[in-house]
């Protein structure tokens, strides 16, 4: 096998850009070679007979030379995990082989279908800006001004001192792009493709053929003979379906190359577009045609390049063609609405003959009558051009701005007679709401006569809502929204039509009233830029001392290249198997039966472990709770284990796995939310408490009492690399190894050996890398493994376990839900008294002194996931809960919220509620650096202006303080361990606890033992991490793996460095080679173990009091938003973060786990949604259906600045660890999203609080801003 590794498989549906690839085809009719980026995952290997494809090692690897795109996205820090990477890189190679120079629209545009969970994106964005022209300025479109001429942005209000830097990289080291030095095209595939005659080929497999015609009549002659069979051109819609929806086509027609399907002709009065076109060709055509045609004839062509920009990433549209996409009638599909109100024609063909029938509504609900015959084949489709008087535009609302599918979208026309301003044509069609395209046909037909006006649109809502029905039960649910955007889009359109008749025929057309102007205007854009700042080192350190630098993470360039090794890219082991899980599919029921006859008797099946076998080890206890491995007689929630597959091969275990039948009988209580849990009592023990001050005495006597409550959905960790494990049993001595995707091998390491009832010492647990944890790969991770090594040991063969994103999703959990209910006291001073839930007890007051507080928390019980931990732990959702009840007290007060957290946070020498001693000063710093250098007050003064002009969109403010303790509560939990040895040559390796899962652990610590032993850190290596080294290890999280690993690496240099002392002084002036030969030969050890104890922690939750936390992390963030509000849609514009962080080990390393965290808050507090069905399924199961921010999602001005170190402390060289704590942030863009929110209800003259819930959705947005609308589409009698 080639052992090609370095595409990555994140998700197998097209979604995440992690297997991108380029593809290049020469074409021997123009002889020309094309290159286009493809997600690997859905191209079917038959179809790339002729083709050529490079994957990441093709264009560069360490070991012939790296290609500048691998070198810069490593050196501008633009990876972490690395996962990601070779999906990120080959989308820009394919980029620059086509465009050398691209645009920064280009680069947006060749990054829209690549997920990064890590990164935030800001690094990949600025790598990439070096292959661009101009970069520099943010090339402002916004009044033609660039935003650094504009003042506001000048830091007016803050003076900077003078040992920062800015740079995180020097662009003079990169190798020069030099298009003459790629790959050239095979040229053994052009000779085939001039000589080789053209005639079907096909493939035969074992279950399935594949038969490419390279003739029209051959693709006749096979769909005549095979009417059955899909014709597979992108396959983005067969292939999903094939893979996770159980569909099976024995027989696929598979078109190659065919001219008659791959055209395009524009007559006088039509645009006609071969079947066989990709979504991207389709949209080079239109933006040519556009400019080739008078306005007045483009105006359908413009509506459909309007979708194209966001239709999908540019991956699929790439692959997918614009036959598939009409043909399979998605009801999400975003051109089929604009076609089917546009009188176009599908033309088709048969070896009976020509047809053509109507693209129109009875084609899309596949009515028999108009759709195509088994044996046709649709040949193109003709686009008729728009006339004088005719108007189109298309609308769409999604999750996410970008790629990503259309909650609601829509297309819609109208025909006016000649000057005369009455409808003579209307169709209006939706996708979205039914279970295709719907069109509001009635509805049209009883407007026709009618002019455009105010009355016409009155009635046109009315009419359409009451013709496109949603029934209560409707997939999707979000019924009252979809009825909402169903008419908001029907106004914008009337708005955009009658600015149209205006400029038509000025003197008859009444002018847009001034307050609608805005619905109109696009939400803000501008190009990306970013500034940073770091404290400069010391100009007294020692030039090669590596502390304070920002270095890239010591495998970048391998993430880059692909050279990367994660789980699931080590090599097969002789006869390995492969295991996949059988999960539960109720969420509450008893397990009456489980048959394995029928997958037992498939072809490759070796064995199926049940809870039969695991008896007497089929628990393990997490801390006191003990856990089943597989469920035994009940399962309590969907996606529980229930029985594991062996068999020879992946594909045959999956088989198999869906033929275990099992038979359930439900069991009630059915207990899916927090309101149900508290209804029913199912709480997990103890209840916890927290109190200071008296607040009994407090709420005395206070007529403003506040109550409120607030509810955050959970979030998917969605590392990119999903639970990964291979176990292989040594065949000697009981000995087994275990490699895995894990943050704690330790814990692996036990479960594993007593479920096969071994010592510890007969297990060993090695990591190298992990592709993104985030919390998500500690307990689950553990189960899985005990089940995988358990089957390895019977049957003695290696096991290998890989997830697929969907089972991933839905085994194993994530971040808590929460419900925060608070009461407080609220007058203009200190004042609070807030409830809130679980352990965040202890971080709930985020940075604010409460002199009175009370809070008590429950953890419930529900038939939900299982949750686990999730970067910040709890403090994410208790900041929330916090900072909104301080929002509500504001609005309660007429005071501005900055205000009420100015004046309730803490001081410099406090104390918090459990007593522990704080020096808030750094906190008051950042919040007011923050104030300043994001001109906040400048920034509220335009931001009002701004609202006050513009009725539908709004803007909003908003800044958020943090203070985030870092401790794990306790000294057990903190101890850390590390081993050094340096070797005769003078190269060293050292060993530590922690795991690289990203945030650049390993990186850290050679700096920490280049520091220590004062030699280049070119000299020392890291392996990875194994309890073979490094034994009893602490779980990699909670921010503070560098801190702990760090000092224990730094003991063991010293203990090494006390030995050699003697040595060194002898021969100052030797080399290291010199020194251990020289302490070899005196007999003293080159080898030591390094110790940190742990921070000291105690917390008595008895008394409420103790010392939890070693210190502090502070910061504060600004961020401002505009929103549509008729849409819901938000757009983050800017963003200020302002952290001390003590001396940053490594400036670059640490903004990226900032930002990064950053990012994923914006993700968990705006978009990021788990949903699920009345039956506690879930349903987003994938990129698809669950929403991480993407390249679009980033601000579009991101600033960050370190305070400067002001304060030595006993941390590792005084710096902070930041894993977590930027996520919090995130919330600024929900309190500025909340503000803007504000702004809009206010001017409708709603008063009275807002309660608005994580995440922000466009659904919450566009319902909080409440109007005609969403009273119109409100059920007075709900159907439901
Ligand atoms: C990750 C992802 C994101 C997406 N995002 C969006 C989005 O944002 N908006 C959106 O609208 N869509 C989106 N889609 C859907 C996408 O647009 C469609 O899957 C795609 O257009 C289908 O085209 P295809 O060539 O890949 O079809 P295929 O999968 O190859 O075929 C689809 C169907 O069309 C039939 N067919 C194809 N060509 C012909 C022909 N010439 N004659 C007769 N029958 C034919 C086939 O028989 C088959 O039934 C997304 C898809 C994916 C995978
Ligand atoms: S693995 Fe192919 S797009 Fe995710
Ligand atoms: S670096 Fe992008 S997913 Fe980890």
């Known amino acids: 096998p080639v052992r090609l590794t370095g595409t990555k498989y994140g998700c197998g549906t097209g979604g995440c850009g992690a297997c991108t690839v380029m593809i290049s085809r020469y074409t021997p009719t123009t002889k020309r070679i094309s290159h286009h980026a493809a997600n690997a995952c859905l191209i079917p290997i038959c179809s790339l007979y002729g083709a050529s494809v490079t994957t990441i090692e093709g264009i560069g690897s360490t070991k012939t030379r790296i290609h500048p795109v691998q070198e810069r996205i490593a050196k501008c820090h633009g990876t972490q995990c690395g996962f990601c990477t070779p999906g990120m890189v080959m989308s820009i190679y394919t980029l620059l082989r086509n465009h050398p120079e691209p645009s920064l629209e280009q680069i947006m545009e060749a990054l829209g279908g690549n997920l990064c969970r890590c990164t935030g994106y800001r690094p990949i964005i600025d790598a990439c800006k070096t292959f661009c022209k101009t970069s520099g300025c943010?090339?402002?479109?916004?009044?033609?001004?660039?935003?650094?001429?504009?003042?506001?942005?000048?830091?007016?209000?803050?003076?900077?001192?003078?040992?920062?830097?800015?740079?995180?990289?020097?662009?003079?080291?990169?190798?020069?792009?030099?298009?003459?030095?790629?790959?050239?095209?095979?040229?053994?595939?052009m000779i085939m493709a001039e000589k080789q005659p053209q005639r079907t080929r096909i493939f035969v497999g074992d279950r399935m053929t594949w038969i490419s015609p390279t003739t029209l009549t051959e693709l006749l002659e096979a769909k005549f003979n095979y009417p059955q069979a899909p014709v597979v051109?992108?396959?983005?819609?067969?292939?999903?379906?094939?893979?996770?929806?159980?569909?099976?086509?024995?027989?696929?027609?598979?078109?190659?190359?065919?001219?008659?399907?791959n055209f395009a002709t524009c007559s006088h009065n039509e645009l006609t577009l071969g079947a066989g076109l990709s979504l991207t060709q389709v949209k080079y055509i239109l933006g040519e045609v556009i400019q080739n045609l008078p306005e007045e004839k483009t105006r359908m062509y413009q509506a459909l390049l309007k979708h194209l920009r966001t239709l999908a990433g540019s991956q699929i549209r790439n692959m997918a063609s614009l036959g598939g996409h009409i043909m399979s009638r998605h009801l999400d599909s975003d051109l089929n609405p604009l076609l089917?109100?546009?009188?176009?024609?599908?033309?088709?063909?048969?070896?009976?003959?020509?047809?053509?029938?109507?693209?129109?509504?009875?084609?899309?609900?596949?009515?028999?009558?108009?759709?195509?015959?088994?044996?046709?084949?649709?040949?193109?489709?003709?686009?008729?051009?728009?006339?004088?008087?005719?108007?189109?535009?298309?609308?769409?609302?999604?999750?996410?701005?970008?790629?990503?599918?259309?909650?609601?979208?829509?297309?819609?026309?109208?025909?006016?007679?000649?000057?005369?301003?009455?409808?003579?044509?209307?169709?209006?069609?939706?996708?979205?709401v039914g279970p295709t395209t719907v069109c509001a046909k009635n509805s049209c037909q009883k407007l026709?006569?009618?002019?455009?006006?105010?009355?016409?649109?009155?009635?046109?809502?009315?009419?359409?809502?009451?013709?496109?029905?949603?029934?209560?039960?409707?997939?999707?649910?979000?019924?009252?929204?979809?009825?909402?955007?169903?008419i908001s889009f029907l106004f914008k359109f009337y708005l955009e039509v009658s600015q149209f008749l205006k400029r038509m025929d000025p003197a008859h057309s009444p002018s847009l009233a001034d307050k609608d102007a805005s619905a109109l205007e696009d939400l803000h854009s501008r190009h990306h830029s970013s500034t940073l700042k770091y404290q400069s080192v010391d100009s007294k350190q020692l030039p090669q001392d590596p502390i304070g630098h920002p270095i890239m993470h010591l495998s970048g360039i391998k993430h880059?290249?692909?050279?990367?090794?994660?789980?699931?890219?080590?090599?097969?082991?002789?006869?390995?198997?492969?295991?996949?899980?059988?999960?539960?599919?109720?969420?509450?029921?008893?397990?009456?039966?489980?048959?394995?006859?029928?997958?037992?008797?498939?072809?490759?099946?070796?064995?199926?472990?049940?809870?039969?076998?695991?008896r007497g080890v089929n628990s393990f206890s997490i801390f006191t709770n003990p856990e089943e491995l597989l469920r035994t007689e009940e399962v309590s929630c969907v996606g529980q284990l229930v029985c594991a597959v062996i068999a020879e091969s992946e594909v045959q275990a999956k088989r198999a796995a869906e033929r275990?039948?099992?038979?359930?009988?439900?069991?009630?209580?059915?207990?899916?939310?927090?309101?149900?849990?508290?209804?029913?009592?199912?709480f997990f023990e103890p209840e916890r408490k927290l109190e200071y001050g008296n607040v009994d005495e407090a709420f005395k006597g206070v007529d403003q009492i506040l109550e409120g409550e607030i509810h955050m959905g959970g979030q998917e960790h969605f590392y990119m690399e999903t639970q990964s494990m291979l176990v292989v049993p040594k065949g000697e001595d009981q000995e087994i190894d275990v490699y895995v995707s894990t943050q704690y091998p330790k814990y692996i390491q036990d479960i594993v050996a007593s479920t096969l009832k071994l010592p510890a010492n007969k297990v060993m647990c090695h990591v190298k890398r992990v592709g993104g944890a985030f919390g998500g790969k500690i307990f689950k991770t553990g189960i899985l493994a005990a089940i995988t090594a358990f089957a390895a040991n019977k049957h003695g063969r290696a096991v290998r376990c890989v997830l697929e994103r969907g089972e991933d999703m839905l085994i194993t959990g994530g971040r808590h839900p929460y419900l925060g209910k608070y009461k407080v006291k609220s007058d203009h001073t200190n004042s609070g008294s807030p409830q809130v839930i679980e352990m965040g007890l202890l971080k709930m007051e985020n940075a604010y002194k409460f002199p009175n507080l009370r809070c008590r928390a429950w953890a419930c019980k529900t038939n939900g996931p299982s949750n686990t931990a999730l970067r910040g732990f709890g403090f994410p959702q208790v900041g929330l809960i916090t900072e909104s009840c301080i929002t509500e007290v504001a609005a309660r007060c007429g005071l501005a919220p900055e205000k009420v957290r100015t004046i309730n946070m803490y001081k410099e020498i406090d104390q918090t509620p459990y007593k522990q001693e704080i020096n808030a000063k750094n906190l008051i710093q950042c919040w007011k650096e923050c104030m300043a250098k994001s001109s906040y007050t400048l920034r509220k003064a335009a931001v009002e202006k701004f609202n006050s002009k513009n009725y539908w969109k709004k803007k909003g403010l908003a800044v958020v303080p943090l203070k985030f303790p870092i401790g794990l509560g306790s000294i057990t939990l903190s101890q850390a361990a590390a081993l050094v040895h340096i070797y005769l040559d003078g190269s060293v390796l050292v060993t530590h606890g922690g795991i690289e899962l990203g945030q650049g652990v390993h990186t850290k610590m050679i700096q920490v033992v280049s520091r220590e032993l004062r030699m280049p850190m070119s000299n020392i290596h890291l392996r990875g991490t194994s309890t073979e080294t490094v034994p009893n290890t602490n779980s990699s999280g909670g921010s503070v793996v560098a801190d702990v690993?760090?000092?224990?690496?730094k003991d063991a240099c010293q203990t090494l460095l006390k030995r050699l002392e003697p040595i060194i002084s002898k021969n100052p002036q030797g080399t290291w080679k010199d020194w251990a030969q020289a302490a070899f030969d005196e007999s003293i050890s080159l080898s030591a173990t390094g110790y940190f104890r742990g921070y000291e922690s105690d917390m008595n939750w008895e008394t409420g009091e103790g010392h939890p936390f070693h210190y502090f992390v502070y910061g504060a963030a600004c961020s401002e938003v505009e929103i549509d509000c008729l849409t819901g849609a938000h757009k983050n514009i800017r963003t200020d973060i302002v952290m001390d962080i003590g001396y940053s080990i490594n400036p670059a390393l640490d903004i990226g786990?900032?930002?990064?965290?950053?990012?994923?808050?914006?993700?968990?507090?705006?978009?990021?949604?788990?949903?699920?069905?009345?039956?506690?399924?879930?349903?987003?199961?994938?990129?698809?259906?669950?929403?991480?921010?993407?390249?679009?999602?980033?601000?579009?001005?991101?600033?960050?600045?370190?305070?400067?170190?002001?304060?030595?402390?006993?941390?590792?060289?005084?710096?902070?660890?930041?894993?977590?704590?930027?996520?919090?942030?995130?919330?600024?863009?929900?309190?500025?999203?909340?503000?803007?929110?504000?702004?809009?209800?206010?001017?409708?003259?709603?008063?009275?609080?807002?309660?608005?819930?994580?995440?922000?959705?466009?659904?919450?947005?566009?319902m909080a801003c409440e109007d005609k609308f969403t009273k119109m589409s409100s059920f007075i009698n709900p159907p439901w």
Not at 660 to 682: G, M, W
Not at 1186 to 1192: D, E, G, H, N, S
């Open 560 to 614: 880059a290249t692909g050279e990367a090794i994660y789980c699931d890219d080590m090599p097969t082991v002789d006869q390995e198997l492969f295991l996949s899980f059988v999960t539960s599919s109720r969420a509450h029921a008893k397990i009456v039966s489980t048959d394995l006859s029928e997958a037992l008797s498939l072809p490759g099946v070796v064995d199926i472990v049940t809870e039969e076998h695991l």
């Open 660 to 682: 275990v039948k099992v038979v359930y009988e439900d069991l009630q209580p059915l207990i899916l939310t927090i309101e149900e849990a508290i209804q029913h009592s199912s």
């Open 1045 to 1049: 690993n760090g000092l224990a690496v």
């Open 233 to 261: 051109m992108g396959n983005t819609s067969v292939g999903p379906e094939m893979k996770f929806k159980g569909v099976f086509h024995p027989v696929i027609i598979s078109p190659a190359g065919i001219e008659e399907l």
């Open 340 to 432: 089917a109100v546009g009188n176009c024609t599908l033309n088709l063909l048969s070896k009976k003959g020509k047809r053509q029938v109507p693209l129109n509504e009875e084609f899309l609900r596949r009515c028999p009558s108009a759709d195509l015959k088994p044996e046709e084949i649709l040949i193109s489709v003709n686009i008729p051009h728009s006339r004088k008087w005719e108007f189109v535009s298309g609308f769409r609302q999604a999750q996410r701005q970008q790629n990503a599918l259309a909650i609601v979208n829509s297309g819609m026309r109208v025909f006016f007679g000649e000057g005369d301003g009455i409808i003579r044509e209307l169709c209006i069609s939706y996708g979205g």
């Open 138 to 189: 943010c090339q402002s479109k916004e009044n033609g001004v660039c935003c650094l001429d504009q003042g506001i942005n000048e830091l007016t209000e803050f003076e900077e001192g003078n040992k920062t830097s800015t740079k995180l990289f020097s662009e003079e080291e990169f190798l020069p792009l030099d298009p003459t030095q790629e790959l050239i095209f095979p040229p053994e595939l």
């Open 1153 to 1262: 786990q900032i930002e990064g965290a950053f990012i994923q808050g914006v993700g968990l507090y705006t978009i990021e949604e788990l949903q699920y069905s009345p039956q506690g399924v879930l349903h987003t199961r994938g990129p698809n259906q669950y929403k991480i921010p993407a390249v679009c999602d980033i601000p579009t001005e991101l600033h960050i600045s370190f305070l400067p170190p002001s304060e030595s402390s006993n941390t590792l060289y005084s710096s902070k660890g930041l894993g977590e704590s930027g996520l919090f942030l995130g919330c600024s863009v929900f309190f500025a999203i909340h503000d803007a929110v504000n702004a809009a209800r206010r001017e409708r003259g709603l008063s009275g609080p807002l309660k608005l819930n994580s995440p922000l959705t466009p659904e919450k947005i566009r």
């Open 448 to 486: 026709i006569g009618r002019p455009w006006n105010e009355e016409m649109l009155d009635a046109a809502c009315r009419l359409v809502l009451d013709e496109v029905t949603l029934p209560g039960s409707a997939p999707g649910g979000r019924v009252e929204f979809k009825r909402t955007l169903i």
